[in-house]
């Protein structure tokens, strides 16, 4: 979500942490009920997304120990020297156990749980290749360090200079995929919603701290099945930290952040309630070419899906969508580079690149990414 979106995941595993709390982390299985998570009570001793704030640079890519939940996620689109398509995901996140502090005399206790998804999408092959890690902060496992700066779990990190400025890198490598890229920022950051707060429902604290990098210039090595390809594009940074989640009228969420070739970014979610209407807290921002952004509101984007997927699951995923912007007299369609690009991880969604189309002239006018979750 990232996207606001990993505020759902995160609450959800950490909500189911708090449940098993001392317990192998294993015992998250895909077979979680994602409603009955969400319905047990939180600890209240969280600190809460409930006013503006002013973000510091680096300063806030680093953790925020007093929210339950955060995350540092990055997708980009990137192609090889050969012209093949590439779509990359990772994510960090860190989930508290609880807000109390805990003296403990094992080097394997630690009060926060960390989660890593990697995913690549290989557009010619069309496949969509995904993995996951789960640990406990502790013994070295996972964690975060400041200087220098370095977000890990296990072999897959994200590292930068003692500072935490950019340039950041990304090594991560799994049995048959790894991604070896070099992210740094082409425009300045976006503070999203109010200054960086963003609202996700009307109770108080429903929110998010957030921002992002939507323009991020990339270079580095995809491997997939011990083939590497030299590849370069562009990238997009989503960092967040919260303790709330949805209200409970909402069902879930679709998320676009989109790079478009004008040298133009939007980032959108829409909010959807239990009837499949859009919310009102649905938002973004449109990002102009010199790094200036605007807000959009739930009345400045219409949605229309116009093609679905279905998985053995049964359920439908929109992968083609229709985007009207009325204020901008713009139009776009937006389809999914692999239809299949489902996270079969701890708790199921789909999340992929998107190739961005002008209406009408069928001609490519951007890519991006999409996260869908509650269908």
Do not use: C
Request: hydrophobic share 35%.
């Amino acid at each position: 979500m990232n996207n606001w979106g990993w505020l759902f995941l995160i609450f959800v595993i950490g909500a189911l942490l708090w449940q098993i709390n001392q317990t192998d982390t294993n015992q998250l299985t895909q077979n979680n009920n994602v409603n009955t998570v969400l319905s047990e009570s939180l600890d209240q001793g969280f600190a809460k997304a409930d006013r503006i704030r002013t973000f510091s640079f680096p300063h806030d890519h680093y953790m925020h120990p007093k929210y339950r939940i955060e995350w540092w996620y990055i997708t980009g689109n990137l192609q090889s020297d050969t012209g093949r398509a590439f779509g990359y995901q990772i994510t960090f996140f860190r989930t508290a156990l609880t807000s109390k502090s805990q003296k403990r005399q094992s080097s394997w206790a630690s009060n926060h749980i960390w989660m890593a998804h990697l995913a690549v999408s290989d557009i010619e092959q069309q496949q969509h290749i995904h993995t996951q890690k789960i640990s406990r902060g502790a013994a070295g496992l996972a964690g975060i360090s400041q200087q220098p700066f370095k977000i890990w779990l296990d072999d897959w990190q994200i590292t930068a200079n003692s500072s935490g400025n950019f340039p950041w890198a990304i090594i991560a490598k799994d049995q048959k995929i790894s991604i070896d890229v070099t992210i740094n920022p082409l425009k300045p950051i976006v503070l999203q919603g109010d200054q960086g707060l963003s609202q996700k429902s009307s109770e108080p604290g429903n929110a998010s701290y957030y921002y992002s990098s939507t323009r991020m210039q990339t270079s580095g090595t995809i491997t997939i099945n011990n083939t590497l390809h030299q590849v370069k594009g562009l990238s997009w940074l989503d960092r967040e930290w919260s303790t709330s989640a949805l209200g409970k009228h909402q069902s879930g969420w679709d998320w676009f952040s989109l790079q478009l070739n004008t040298g133009e970014e939007l980032m959108f979610y829409r909010i959807r309630d239990k009837a499949g209407n859009s919310d009102k807290h649905s938002q973004g921002k449109w990002i102009d070419v010199n790094g200036n952004s605007t807000a959009l509101d739930s009345s400045d984007v219409i949605l229309e899906a116009l093609d679905y997927w279905q998985p053995s699951t049964g359920k439908s995923y929109p992968i083609s969508w229709r985007m009207t912007l009325p204020k901008r007299n713009k139009e776009m369609i937006i389809k999914a580079a692999i239809n299949d690009q489902l996270m079969r991880t701890t708790f199921e969604y789909w999340e992929g690149a998107v190739n961005v189309y002008n209406t009408g002239l069928n001609s490519l006018a951007g890519k991006g990414y999409l996260e869908m979750t509650g269908y």
